[in-house]
């Protein structure tokens, strides 16, 4: 993270960018409710469909407001704003797909339209009338959103699929409005985003998703007498999210901040998009609220045997957050991928200790699979031809 990064200043995120974040992660929190009442497969896919739709523009306010600060009185009024929508959608998921009542899925719909709204009168403010590049599919897309919460069944879902192809058409839009000579206002600002700025801000986003798994220990343990076995099955679950904290900050933060800040300023936006939105952060944050919804289901009752949904959500929770840093480190270059990959093979058959055993005996086994991953990269990066074919993000 000291890494110097030439003639570009180093813009850190602000607490007002951070505070968004805190909402934001209320998504998150509601994300892991909905899966831990009901862990069957519908409701996982569900939640990906929603965590998608949202994600897509959590990540348009990071690089907005990488590129707009919310350094002045009528910036921050708009940011809050936004605040107040991802509020509406957050307090909206629970009943966003409930059939026989339309109210949570429209609530949903209008609150996104408003996230969508408030984004584009943001970035007009710094680029006028070009943002309709962009805003124009998100609207399109918002719009899907909430005529699915009038719909059930098929239709309700072609309408969310509807949106997520919206979005994903939206980027090959503003690299054709970013070409040189067709839109010289957006394409000479709409790479030139901080590296420090996109690479913190994506961090605090993962540490404050972090903090759900934690919050999911107290709300399992309840009012459940204080024994050693819910002891030590919370600090079991607490050293589990403690691996997956070391997995991405201990090297990858610090590597992928030098890597963006190599990159030519009108490339960093198509890597930013495959390192933070369409390979890597979506299944890392999932991964997080499953695994969340697994150690609230099963940690206040650590010396029992788990039924398949827990055990899967635990596994299947850890399994996604490997595979989006597996994905981030490719699409930066960074190694080793390898040990990782074998992680991510072995993590399922952790669900079997759960099933067969016990939730401490899942838990354990978890652990003790990432710390073995772990152990095994330190030996291999500890070596000086490893470091200098890692340290900059190049893999060469």
């Known amino acids: 993270m000291s890494a110097p990064i030439g003639a570009e200043a180093v813009r850190r995120v602000s607490t007002l960018e951070l505070f968004f974040d805190l909402v934001f992660v209320f998504t998150v929190t509601q994300l892991t409710v909905l899966i831990a009442d009901d862990l069957t497969f519908a409701t996982a896919g569900r939640v990906v469909l929603i ?4 994600f897509w523009m959590y990540g348009g306010y990071a690089y907005l407001t990488n590129q707009v600060p919310p350094d002045r009185p009528s910036r921050r009024i708009l940011l809050i704003l936004g605040m107040g929508a991802f509020l ?3 307090l909206s998921i629970p009943r966003a797909f409930d059939d026989g009542d339309d109210s949570g899925g429209v609530a949903f719909g209008i609150g996104y339209l408003l996230v969508v709204l408030v984004h584009g009168a943001l970035y007009s403010r710094s680029h006028g009338r070009r943002v309709v590049w962009f805003v124009l599919p998100n609207v399109l897309a918002a719009l899907a959103v909430t005529a699915a919460g009038f719909a059930e069944g098929l239709a309700r879902d072609v309408l969310w699929l509807l949106a997520l192809v919206l979005q994903f058409a939206t980027p090959p ?6 070409r040189p000579g067709e839109d010289e206002g957006l394409g000479s600002r709409i790479g030139t985003m901080s590296p420090s700025h996109l690479v913190e801000r994506h961090g605090l986003l993962l540490i404050v998703a972090f903090g759900e798994s934690i919050i999911a220990i107290g709300i399992g343990i309840g009012e459940l ?5 819910l002891f030590a099955g919370a600090f079991l679950a607490l050293a589990l999210t403690a691996a997956l904290w070391w997995t991405y900050f201990v090297r ?3 590597i992928a901040e030098r890597v963006f800040a190599r990159t030519p300023p009108l490339q960093r936006f198509k890597l930013a998009l495959n390192a933070y939105y369409y390979y890597s952060f979506l299944p890392m944050l999932i991964g997080i609220a499953f ?3 697994g150690v609230k289901k099963s940690i206040g009752h650590p010396g029992e045997q788990l039924s398949a949904g827990p055990a899967l959500a635990l596994a299947g929770g850890v399994a996604l957050f490997l595979a989006g840093d597996i994905a981030f480190r490719r699409v930066l270059g960074i190694t080793p991928v390898v040990y990782r990959a074998v992680a991510v093979l072995g993590t399922p058959a952790t669900a079997l200790l759960g099933m067969w055993l016990s939730a401490t005996a899942q838990l354990i086994g978890l652990v003790a699979v990432l ?3 772990l152990s095994v990269e330190a030996r291999w990066t500890g070596s000086p031809a490893a470091a200098a074919g890692t340290d900059d993000g190049t893999g060469t």
Do not use: K, S, Y
């Open 51 to 54: 965590f998608t739709v949202l």
């Open 88 to 90: 509406i959608c957050a």
């Open 173 to 178: 839009l503003v690299r054709r409005a970013a």
């Open 225 to 229: 007498p204080l024994t050693f076995g």
């Open 252 to 254: 990858d933060e610090g």
């Open 291 to 293: 695994l969340a919804a």
């Open 371 to 373: 710390v073995a991953m």
